[in-house]
């Protein structure tokens, strides 16, 4: 009996342990937005191993955009107690499958190397922003040559975030291009996207990002475990499976804050 007792223990201990070891990696990082020379919200992303969870705090309404690894993507509207998903399952299915097409009919090429292509910046040319080094620790963003926004940055390591980090949070960010891409268009890119779409061209951290709408400010960087009652979907919010009608909700929803 107490050899046994003693298994059981031992079986705890590596299931705990290997519960810290899977989530061992914690970000939290904090920027705050000023539109029109007023604070207007204030951004908190929380990474961890599974999940990866952005709070728009605006002065009425809160909302939130989230990945849970492997179950895919909700939007959370606060006032409304809703959280709405986007099913991994069917929304990766259909991208794989088309993948797995294209891939068949071009030679030496893989369906993973072609999902890296189509997240490489430099592919989207309705959306690619080239980045110029001008002045002191700042990129100038241009679009088809016009100025679309300015960086200001920090180089890697910083106060705020180590080289270890800053490449993990990229792997997070590139692996949550999988599960499609919900947000509230608050702002025109999630800040995470914003960070890896300029990782391409420059290894920085971004500190301060101006627009001609809104400047955002990096406020704090924390890396102290974050537990993981912080990130999941609260008691009492209904949550609803929107996968087929995600597009229509996401346009409304984003026109409230244009």
Known sequence: MQKNIKLVAIF??????????????????????????????????????????????????????????????????????????????VTNQRAEDARKEMAAQITNISAEQIFEMSIDPINDESEFICYEKVGNNKLVGKFEGDVDHEIQYLELP?????????????????????????????????????????????????????????????????SKFIDESELQIKAGIIQADMTHSAIQFLESLSQRFK
């Open 12 to 89: 705890f201990f590596l299931l705990i342990s290997s519960q810290t070891v899977a989530n061992s990696n914690n970000l939290t990082v904090k920027y705050e937005v000023i539109k029109g020379g007023e604070h207007f919200a204030d951004i908190t992303i929380k990474v961890n191993d599974t999940y990866l969870r952005t709070d728009y705090q605006l002065k009425d309404e809160k909302l939130t955009e989230m990945t849970v690894k492997w179950k895919g993507q909700y939007v959370i509207e606060h006032k409304t107690q809703r959280a709405y998903l986007l099913d991994y399952n």
């Open 158 to 222: 910083n106060k705020y975030m180590s080289q270890k980090q800053y490449d993990w949070l990229l792997s997070r960010a590139k692996e949550d291009r999988k599960f499609g891409q919900a947000f509230v268009a608050i702002l025109e890119q999630p800040l995470s996207e914003v960070i890896r779409r300029v990782s391409y061209q420059h290894a920085v951290l971004p500190v301060q990002i101006k627009t001609y709408d809104y400047d955002i400010n990096l406020k704090s960087v924390d």
